[in-house]
């Protein structure tokens, strides 16, 4: 299927002759529909942090018995409408709702006008960069900048005929059921190495237990020092972003090129077989880490990061890093953090040091370290397959819209 979809956006030949000029108001029809939740049989939520970027799919939502909304909760959506963030719009906010629910009053809630348009392309059209552009250009504010419908309505682009319209639908669509099918096997994967984890390292009261502090050859807080505004110039030293510390298994090339003059302040670069921690961040964040294979020679952590090296006769540094993804590891870690203010939380070196780390017999090491790797390897290449997809998928849309 792949193949095949690759192939047929290979040879897109879009002749745009017989397209006619509209305005998105003219196919696009604002929802306005108010619910009073007292006495509402609706069950569900939708709030911003909801909706992902770039991704049509919700896959995030709440239940109105389970917190609090305010009063700009009041917008009514039905299964199938569009919900789009009216704010920030440069994130790109635009879901299929997959239910009807309530959302807020800077939801926008859009229903295609089926006269005009196939009601299928319709979330493609709003992720088009013409789209974006055309939304942020005409946002107001500088904190939280929004955009009006009337502006939004007012977008112009070219719309082909209705029968052509399912056709470039069933190919948009098509791509999306691929990349929808990868990210299940992701998901697969994922649950694959946890359990695995679970298994062999988390439950198995067997394993001695040891605090990570006699494990580190070495641990060191990062580097705080001023950057460059722009991109990394590999000629220099660089930084590492705290954003490049996230869930995934890979190290994001989120990288800051460090002022000359404060080149001295730097502490170690990034050694090989290191993993680099997250001692303070949000809640979602503290603990969170990345294992570094190969040295960085000119890329050094930031102050919020410590660099660990383990001591590799004891355990292999890669499993002690695996361990770390684990939600037994983090939630050790979450209970020792400190902070009120559950959008900056911090834990100290001397609590981190005390949580015990199981330790396998050295050929049950390299046994784990073997499977953690291939499917680690696996989700890396649906990772990859993913990405390239998606970006396929991007390019349709320009061409399209």
């Known amino acids: 299927m792949e193949a095949i979809i690759s192939e047929a956006v290979k040879h897109l030949n879009l002749d745009k002759s017989n397209w006619s000029p509209v305005k998105f108001g003219e196919i696009a029809i604002q929802q306005k529909k108010?619910?009073?939740?007292?006495?509402?049989?609706?069950?569900?939520?939708?709030?911003?942090?909801?909706?992902?970027?770039?991704?049509?799919?919700?896959?995030?939502?709440?239940?109105?018995?389970?917190?609090?909304?305010?009063?700009?909760?009041?917008?009514?959506?039905?299964?199938?409408?569009?919900?789009?963030?009216?704010?920030?719009?440069?994130?790109?906010?635009?879901?299929?709702?997959?239910?009807?629910?309530?959302?807020?009053?800077?939801?926008?809630?859009?229903?295609?006008?089926?006269?005009?348009?196939?009601?299928?392309?319709?979330?493609?059209?709003?992720l088009s960069d013409g789209f974006s552009e055309h939304s942020i250009k005409n946002s107001k504010g500088s904190v939280n900048p929004y955009v009006n419908w009337k502006d939004l309505a007012n977008y112009k682009f070219l719309l082909p005929p209705l029968d052509q319209q399912a056709e470039l639908a069933e190919l948009l669509w098509a791509m999306d059921e691929v990349i929808e099918r990868e990210r299940e096997l992701q998901e697969s994967l994922?649950?694959?190495?946890?359990?695995?984890?679970?298994?062999?390292?988390?439950?198995?009261?067997?394993?001695?237990?040891?605090?990570?502090?006699?494990?580190?050859?070495?641990?060191?807080?990062?580097?705080?020092?001023?950057?460059?505004?722009?991109?990394?110039?590999?000629?220099?030293?660089?930084?590492?972003?705290?954003?490049?510390?996230?869930?995934?298994?890979?190290?994001?090339?989120?990288?800051?090129?460090?002022l000359k003059i404060q080149e001295?302040?730097?502490?170690?670069?990034?050694?090989?077989?290191?993993?680099?921690?997250?001692?303070?961040?949000?809640q979602a964040l503290v603990g969170?880490?990345?294992?570094?294979?190969?040295?960085?020679?000119?890329?050094?952590?930031?102050?919020?990061?410590?660099?660990?090296?383990?001591?590799?006769?004891?355990?292999?540094?890669k499993l002690v890093w695996y361990y770390m993804s684990t939600e037994q590891f983090r939630s050790q870690i979450e209970s020792l953090s400190n902070g009120t203010n559950l959008s900056m939380v911090n834990i100290s070196q001397k609590k981190a040091l005390k949580v015990n780390i199981p330790i396998p017999s050295r050929t049950k090491q390299s046994q784990l370290i073997h499977e953690l790797d291939r499917i680690d390897n696996c989700k890396s290449l649906i990772n990859s397959r993913i990405s390239d997809s998606t970006s396929l998928q991007k390019s349709l849309i320009n061409q399209i819209f």
């Open 190 to 258: 994922n649950f694959n190495l946890k359990a695995y984890l679970k298994d062999n390292l988390v439950k198995d009261s067997k394993l001695d237990k040891i605090p990570l502090g006699e494990i580190i050859e070495s641990l060191e807080a990062g580097s705080s020092v001023n950057c460059h505004n722009g991109g990394y110039d590999p000629n220099g030293k660089g930084i590492l972003k705290t954003s490049a510390i996230t869930g995934e298994n890979f190290l994001a090339s989120e990288v800051k090129t460090v």
């Open 264 to 282: 001295s302040k730097l502490k170690k670069n990034i050694k090989a077989n290191s993993i680099l921690f997250n001692r303070k961040n949000t």
């Open 34 to 126: 108010t619910v009073d939740r007292d006495s509402s049989s609706l069950t569900k939520y939708v709030k911003g942090e909801h909706m992902g970027s770039e991704d049509i799919h919700l896959r995030e939502w709440g239940e109105l018995q389970d917190e609090y909304l305010g009063p700009a909760f009041i917008r009514y959506f039905e299964e199938g409408d569009i919900l789009y963030g009216s704010r920030r719009t440069y994130l790109k906010k635009v879901v299929i709702a997959p239910f009807e629910g309530i959302t807020s009053n800077t939801t926008f809630v859009i229903k295609a006008n089926e006269k005009k348009l196939d009601k299928r392309l319709l979330p493609f059209i709003m």
């Open 288 to 317: 969170s880490s990345k294992f570094v294979e190969n040295e960085l020679p000119n890329i050094y952590c930031p102050d919020l990061i410590w660099q660990i090296q383990i001591r590799s006769e004891i355990i292999f540094p």
